[in-house]
């Protein structure tokens, strides 16, 4: 699946499957060992998940926090799952069944370990799952071909993708003139042609993807608070989602965060992936 190809659901509904890829990874050494080999010792002894040895991940495309390719899952919330694997020596194995609707759902009702792709600390979500400590923080943008700010929004024709915490609040402001996709690809696609005038999205997520599929003119904006708009009152924070049941994993999760933060790993990460190290260090954790 090509980076131009992303699905973006965000609703917590768990949708129609369109199929299972089960995608394997090195975890131990890099070298395709599995739990209990001889040279490698967990960070976290005794952790259960789901199935031993392993570590099932609900995730989707969604560059760069995850980039589905192949046998591969990359992306910086892949590389970062693939760094707390090997810590914990386990094979990394990824359902993509349902798409991104189908993860807060997958881990709610333990199907999976964990989840994956630029999901938010919310108050919403923490009664549902646990929140991992934060990985980084991620503004989010509105952008346009104009130039525009979250503050020249009233009376434009301004699209989101179904789930997004603003949503609501976005659509008893604009009323009508608020749109929302069930993709990325529509939702884009659409500012191209000129049908909607800004969208609001990641901020990293949409100067990514304008490397490989630029819009002419096309602005990203980081978002300003909005009394409209709650939500645009402070920055998300990304977090790795786990059940409630398993606490251990949870602050196990927490744990080798921290360590992969003052190793340098996540600085490196992000990095590669050409985003600002900065959004690194995001601060004590908060919920939106």
């Known amino acids: 699946m090509s980076r131009t190809t992303r699905t973006l659901v965000r609703a917590l ?3 129609t499957a369109a199929g299972l890829v089960a995608l394997s990874l090195a975890a131990c050494g890099g070298n395709g060992a599995a739990s209990g080999s001889a040279d490698c010792t967990p960070a976290h002894k005794d952790l259960k998940t789901l199935t031993q040895g392993e570590l099932t991940v609900a995730s989707y495309d969604y560059a760069p926090a995850t980039i589905l390719k192949g046998d591969n899952v990359t992306g910086m919330e892949g590389d970062l799952i693939n760094e707390i694997a090997k810590l914990e020596c386990l094979k990394v194995t990824v359902s993509t069944s349902g798409g991104a609707g189908a993860v ?12 994956s792709g630029n999901w938010l600390r919310t108050k919403e979500r923490t009664k549902i799952v646990y929140l991992s400590t934060p990985l980084w923080s991620d503004p989010q ?3 346009s071909t ?4 979250s503050d020249d929004l009233q009376g434009k024709m301004v699209g989101s993708v179904a789930g997004n915490l603003w949503n609501d609040s976005m659509q008893k402001w604009l009323g009508d003139k608020f749109k929302i996709y069930q993709d990325d690809e529509s939702i ?23 490397k490989d ?21 402070a920055v998300g924070q990304v977090m790795l ?16 965060i921290k360590k992969l933060r003052e190793n340098g790993t996540i600085k490196k990460i992000l990095e590669k992936y050409g985003i600002d190290p900065a959004v690194g260090e995001p601060g004590a954790p908060s919920e939106l």
Request: aromatic share 4%; no cysteine; net charge neutral.
């Open 188 to 210: 884009y696609g659409d500012l191209k042609a000129g049908r909607i005038d800004a969208l609001v999205a990641s901020s990293a997520s949409a100067k990514y993807r304008f």
């Open 241 to 256: 989602p786990s059940s409630l049941d398993n606490t251990a994993l949870g602050k196990a999760l927490d744990e080798d």
């Open 213 to 233: 599929a630029p819009i002419e003119g096309a602005t990203v904006v980081d978002v300003k608070p909005n009394a409209n708009v709650p939500q645009f009152a």
């Open 13 to 15: 509904s768990a949708g």
């Open 146 to 149: 104009k130039g525009l700010t």
């Open 104 to 115: 807060i759902p997958s881990v709610q009702s333990k199907r999976v370990d964990i989840g």
């Open 141 to 143: 943008a509105i952008v």
